[in-house]
C-alpha cells in the first residue's frame, strides 16, 4: 500500500506563487510516475502534471504549460510541483497521485493511489 500526503496549499493573489509537497510513504514504486491532479467545485478532476520517477520525463496540461513545474526528489521520496503566476482559475483542491504503469500517464483511471488533497485558492 502506498500512502501520499500533500501540503503547501493555501490562499494567494493572483500572479503569486505556491509550492505543493507530497511525500510518499509505505510500499512504493520506484520506477512508476506519479503526477498531480486538481479538481474544482462542480468540475470532473482534471490532469495537471506528472513525472517518471527516474528518468525525469514529464507532461502538463496545456493550460498551466510555461508557469507550472512539476519535479522529484527520488532519496525524499517526495514530489513537487512549482505554481507560479496563478490565476483566479487555477483555484482547486490539487490531489497527488501515484501509477503502476511503467510510463508517465495521464489519465485519472491508470492512477492506483491518491492523496487526501490540498486546497489551493487564488483571489483577483
Known amino acids: 500500500q502506498v500512502q501520499l500526503v500533500e501540503s503547501g496549499g493555501g490562499l494567494v493573489q493572483a500572479g503569486g506563487s505556491l509550492r505543493l509537497s507530497c511525500a510518499a510513504s509505505?510500499?512504493?514504486?520506484?520506477?512508476?510516475?506519479k503526477g498531480w491532479f486538481r479538481q474544482a467545485p462542480g468540475k470532473e478532476r482534471e490532469f495537471v502534471a506528472a513525472i517518471s520517477w527516474r528518468g525525469g520525463t514529464t507532461a502538463y496540461a496545456d493550460s498551466v504549460k510555461g508557469r507550472f513545474t512539476i519535479s522529484r526528489d527520488v532519496a525524499k521520496n517526495t514530489v513537487y510541483l512549482q505554481m507560479n503566476s496563478l490565476k483566479p482559475e487555477d483555484t482547486a483542491v490539487y490531489y497527488c497521485?501515484?501509477?503502476?504503469?511503467?510510463?508517465?500517464?495521464?489519465?485519472?483511471?491508470?492512477?492506483?493511489?491518491w492523496g487526501q488533497g490540498t486546497q489551493v485558492t487564488v483571489s483577483s
Open positions: 497521485a501515484a501509477s503502476k504503469k511503467p510510463i508517465v500517464v495521464v489519465e485519472t483511471e491508470d492512477y492506483d493511489y
Open positions: 509505505g510500499r512504493t514504486f520506484s520506477s512508476s510516475p
